[in-house]
């Protein structure tokens, strides 16, 4: 069965440092997503891609978080300094369309940590 | 943009017992309504969905039911078992603020089936 491939699975990092997470989306996906889960809470949508185009980056915190997808196929979160509030699970989903009631797919997520 | 209620926040019940999570949304135009399981430190994996032209749809022992007047949507569990355990999160699919549809989740509510 076809997943979405995330890593690391865990990141420690000090804050101020720089980190970045991966996710290759199920093989035909269209649509990226990343989210972030704090413990205890609903995943939350940092941004969402249409192929390689952010189509949606209203949650993300422009000053210190970046995403790309450039060849429409996997895609890299990065956050430059991290934070001690940044730490949480990152989530990367897939699925077949936006536009549609298409089911989204989870990758296994990284966990990171600022210390 | 969408906002979605999620109770209760926790529950407990006897193996064998049913259990009902509710869940409210906001924006009237949501047209798609999935149910996700995370088991601790795992991704979260759709479990049921229904889409805004159903009512009610049932797989083995898991039901989802929605009220589109009343903009909110239930997930039932039958004969409860231990593997059951686990944090569920429902989710509408409404509007954001950009225009574009994406999933809202709801802060989850942590199962406990006791043998």
């Known amino acids: 069965e076809a997943e979405v491939a995330q890593s690391p699975r865990y990141k420690i990092t000090e804050k101020s440092q720089a980190v970045a997470f991966w996710c290759d989306p199920i093989?035909?996906?269209?649509?990226l997503y990343w989210y972030r889960q704090i413990l205890g809470q609903g995943p939350e949508l940092l941004v969402q891609?249409?192929?390689?185009?952010?189509v949606d980056d209203s949650q993300l915190p422009k000053d210190r978080f970046s995403a790309e997808r450039l060849k429409g196929v996997d895609s890299t979160l990065k956050i430059q300094p991290a934070e001690l509030g940044d730490s949480a699970m990152y989530l990367c989903?897939?699925?077949w369309g936006q536009g549609t009631n298409t089911e989204a797919f989870f990758g296994q997520g990284t966990r990171l940590t600022v210390v | 943009g969408e906002n979605v209620e999620q109770h209760p926040s926790t529950l407990s019940v006897q193996e064998g017992d049913s259990a009902v999570i509710k869940c409210t949304y906001s924006?009237?135009?949501?047209?798609?309504f999935p149910w996700y399981k995370q088991e601790l430190g795992k991704r979260p994996q759709l479990i049921i969905d229904?889409?805004?032209?159903?009512g009610e749809k049932k797989d083995q022992r898991i039901a989802v039911t929605l009220n589109k007047t009343a903009k909110h949507f239930s997930l039932h569990i039958t004969e409860t078992q231990p593997e059951d355990s686990a944090v569920y999160f429902c989710?509408?699919?409404?509007?954001?603020?950009?225009?574009?549809?994406?999933?809202?989740f709801g802060s989850g509510t942590r199962l406990q089936v006791q043998p």
């Open positions: 924006d009237s135009a949501s047209n798609y």
């Open positions: 229904i889409r805004s032209n159903v």
């Open positions: 989903a897939s699925s």
């Open positions: 093989s035909g996906h269209a649509t």
């Open positions: 891609f249409q192929d390689e185009s952010v």
């Open positions: 989710a509408a699919r409404g509007f954001k603020d950009t225009g574009r549809r994406a999933l809202t």
